[in-house]
C-alpha cells in the first residue's frame, strides 16, 4: 500500500491550500485517515482524521480553519486549510489505517505518506 501526498506549496499568511491523499495498492478496506504535521524541531502531531463514515476530528488549533474530506471509492483524503498562519508551516503527512492483502490472508496497519511541505509567510 502506497500513499502519495501532494498540494504542499509556499503561501501567504492568511491564505489556503488544498491537501490531496491518495493510497493504492492491494487495499481491501481503508478505517481511518488522517492528517499530521511536523514543524522542525517539533514532534509530529494530528491535525485531522476522518473515519470511513465520515466522523471527524481536528486539532484544537486548526478545527476552526481546516476541513478534512475523503473520496472512499477513490482511497483519497482531502485537507482543505484556509487562514493558514506563519506556525502552520510544518511537513504534512497522511495516514490510513488499511486492511490490506497480503500472502492469500488480510492483515491491518497503518500506512505513511511522504509528506509534503506547506510553508506560510508571514
Known amino acids: 500500500v502506497q500513499l502519495q501526498a501532494s498540494g504542499g506549496g509556499l503561501v501567504q499568511a492568511g491564505g489556503s491550500l488544498r491537501l490531496s491523499c491518495a493510497a493504492s495498492?492491494?487495499?481491501?478496506?481503508?478505517?481511518?485517515m488522517g492528517w499530521y504535521r511536523q514543524a522542525p524541531g517539533k514532534q509530529r502531531e494530528l491535525v485531522a482524521r476522518?473515519?470511513?463514515?465520515?466522523?471527524?476530528s481536528y486539532a484544537d488549533s486548526v478545527k476552526d480553519r481546516c476541513t478534512i474530506s475523503r473520496d472512499n471509492a477513490k482511497n483519497t483524503v482531502y485537507l482543505q486549510m484556509s487562514n493558514l498562519k506563519p506556525e502552520d508551516t510544518a511537513v504534512y503527512y497522511c495516514?490510513?489505517?488499511?486492511?490490506?492483502?497480503?500472502?492469500?490472508?488480510?492483515?491491518?496497519?497503518?500506512?505513511w505518506g511522504q509528506g509534503t511541505l506547506v510553508t506560510v509567510s508571514s
Open positions: 495498492g492491494s487495499i481491501f478496506s481503508i478505517n481511518v
Open positions: 495516514c490510513a489505517g488499511a486492511l490490506y492483502y497480503t500472502a492469500g490472508t488480510t492483515r491491518s496497519r497503518d500506512f
Open positions: 476522518i473515519t470511513s463514515g465520515g466522523s471527524t
